[in-house]
């Protein structure tokens, strides 16, 4: 089940199209990580998804069971750098955006709990870490108990701890029913954090789905044998082998795991007179797939 559904949204500003025609899906219970360079239309994309901007064309559909001018109320959202008053606590300035909300002050106590700063709620904001105001901003959209959170760059600027803080937040929170969509330049943040994944680039859709099906569509395998130069030859002739590169200790060979296996090829070398004395199959990362769809 789909919990919103993007049906090709283009958005233009004079000549510069920021979308262009995107369409995917988010599964209701998933983490969803939106991915691109600077410019490729993930600001313009959360800003339509929250009636910031309008698109040109194209629309989308929040299933919340709720009319579209009252969705919000199921969406909680954490965009650029958070800002409370800084001479209020953290349980005071809480209390100020449920009362704006009018919604959300009887769960302000779980909240700060959630997000492990209730034994803080009396601290001013301004001796708040950068990594704690973004714990208090996850809070303040936690408030109103959305069934949807859009998170825009929540690890951005944090050190590794408040990295590996806000990671282990964002998974706590999903793992309590929460759906999230998530935009992100920290590759490696999103393999480790979200479930599913959209490209984009200069305003268009490159590629989406599970996180393991788009990392997963090669196969790296590091191969070795006395005759290195012989090896790299023949499997250049072998269907399925997407790339070689050539190192001083082995080949590594992108292969297509729909067409070729570790044990095919082990066998087509033998049969070919090489005996391997090396083979070692490797994960291609999140980061690895990036940059390949983006620079092509």
Known sequence: ?????????????????????????????????????????????????????????????FDTNEEMKDYRKNVGTLLETPNFYHYLTAEQNLRIVAAIRGKGEDRIEEVLKTVDLWKKRHLKFKGFSLGMRQRLAIAS????DPKLLILDEPTNG?????????????????????????????????????????????????????????????????????DINRLSEILSQLEGVRSIENFPQFVKVHIDQSVLSAEKINQYCFNHGIVLNHLRTTKQSLEAKFLALTQN
Do not use: W
Request: hydrophobic letters at 40%; proline letters at 3%; one cysteine or more.
């Open 141 to 144: 959209a936690l408030l109103s």
């Open 158 to 226: 944090l050190d590794p701890q408040g990295i590996h803080e806000i990671r282990e937040l964002i998974k706590s929170i999903h793992r309590s029913g929460k759906t999230i969509i998530m935009a992100s330049h920290l590759l490696d943040e999103v393999e480790k954090t979200c479930t599913h994944v959209a490209v984009l680039q200069q305003g268009k859709l490159i590629t989406e789905g599970t996180v393991g099906s788009i990392v997963s569509e090669d196969q790296i395998l590091e191969i070795n044998a006395t």
């Open 1 to 61: 089940m789909n919990i919103l559904s993007i049906n090709n949204l283009s958005k233009e500003y004079g000549f510069l199209k920021a979308l262009d025609n995107v369409s995917f899906n988010i599964p209701e219970g998933s983490i969803y990580g939106i991915l691109g360079p600077n410019g490729s239309g993930k600001t313009t994309l959360l800003s339509i998804l929250l009636n910031i901007v309008l698109p040109n064309s194209g629309s989308f559909q």
